[in-house]
């Protein structure tokens, strides 16, 4: 990766949700470069939170259990911060649909908390938010490029584009310097394992490593845009030092299409072990379902000069390596080490 600490050394950094699976590499790769690392996250069970996500740097970050929704919290934690990665939310398909009320409080009211901490507290810090390519629904054209029809198919993706929307009002009333980034399917190393209802290649990955069928919707032939978690980070991490980026949409992804029946064979043959099997959409998972989808890429390559670097191989390896050394953290119940600095 590269080497970031000239611009991030001493940095003061805050992550929103920072123990999921995207906040914990970002911490990490953060506090390696030497920034001054706040996280905050409640810790909301399902969503991915894990303690043992951070045990690299558990010495150098602090962490702060409470909740994006929380005024006062946030308040007080955006002060004096220079950089912002809001990645609190959440961001379980399925439960968008059983639970919409609660996905639309902790997208938009988590995320409207936060503007507004900083629209009055600091309007300086720099916002780098994580939305999905979910905000683009079923693709008209491929691949789907920034200025794209946006048509979710679920409330996930809804209050996604609506929490981007509100942080771009904000930046253009208020001053407050953000980027927004449309994230593609994305699979590493500290994603959650304990169910399939987001993170389908993780799921997948689970699967092998326990040597069971890998369970194929359809004919498998619908097609995604896979992305290492290493290359998201990069691609965080230089777009928050691109003064060029600043007030600008991306899309990020790898920008190639994979059909979910090569993923699987591709994990199965790697891992060594599972095997592919075919089955039948549930009701829930086809009502969301938004067809083939892989982005083009082209203007994030242009403006931040980021383009993803690991293979599909290389990052499928590497995350089956990491789950057998750490099995008993995701396999089983979160778990909290008793050592960590939280700041309550």
């Not at 590269?2 to 950094?13: L, R």
């Not at 004096?80 to 990645?87: A, K």
């Not at 639309?104 to 409207?112: A, E, M, Q, R, Y």
């Not at 293979?311 to 396999?331: K, L, Q, V």
Request: proline share 4%; with cysteine; aromatic share 10%.
């Amino acid at each position: 990766m590269t080497d970031y600490k000239a611009f991030f050394q001493g940095k003061n950094v805050l992550i929103t949700g920072g123990l999921g699976f995207v906040g914990s590499n970002l911490a990490i790769a953060l506090a390696e470069a030497g920034a001054r690392v706040t996280i905050v996250d409640n810790m909301l069970p399902r969503q991915g939170g894990n303690l043992f996500n951070i045990e690299p740097v558990k010495d150098k970050v602090r962490v702060n259990l409470s909740d994006v929704r929380n005024q006062l919290s946030m308040n007080h934690l955006v002060r004096d911060q220079e950089i912002i990665f809001h990645l609190a939310g959440q961001v379980n398909h399925v439960d968008s649909m059983r639970n919409p009320i609660q996905d639309l409080d902790i997208n938009c009211h988590g995320t409207l908390s936060l503007m507004q901490a900083l629209r009055y507290h600091n309007r300086e810090a720099l916002v780098i938010y994580s939305g999905t390519r979910g905000e683009y629904g079923s693709s008209v054209a491929l691949p789907v490029a920034e200025d794209h029809p946006t048509n979710p198919k679920g409330l996930y993706a809804v209050t996604n584009l609506a929490a981007e929307k509100m942080i771009i009002v904000y930046n253009q009333v208020y001053g407050i310097p953000s980027v927004c980034l449309r994230i593609t399917n994305t699979y590493g190393p500290r994603h959650q394992m304990m169910h399939d209802e987001y993170g389908v290649f993780n799921w997948f990955i689970k699967k092998a490593i326990d040597n069971e069928p890998l369970p194929v919707f359809g004919d498998g032939m619908i097609i995604r845009d896979f992305l290492y978690i290493d290359d998201l980070v990069e691609c965080m991490l230089m777009t928050a030092r691109t003064s060029a980026a600043r007030g600008e949409v991306f899309n990020v992804g790898a920008g190639q299409p994979v059909t979910f029946r090569a993923l699987a064979e591709k994990i199965v043959a790697i891992a060594g072990s599972g095997s592919c099997t075919f089955t039948e959409f549930t009701r829930e998972r086809s009502e969301v379902e938004p067809g083939d989808y892989w982005a083009d890429i082209g203007k994030i390559k242009r403006v931040v000069g980021w383009e993803p670097r690991t293979s599909m191989e290389d990052g499928i390896r590497a995350t089956i390596e990491f789950y057998r050394r750490n099995r008993e953290h995701y396999w089983l119940e979160d778990r909290r080490p008793e050592d960590i600095d939280v700041v309550l």
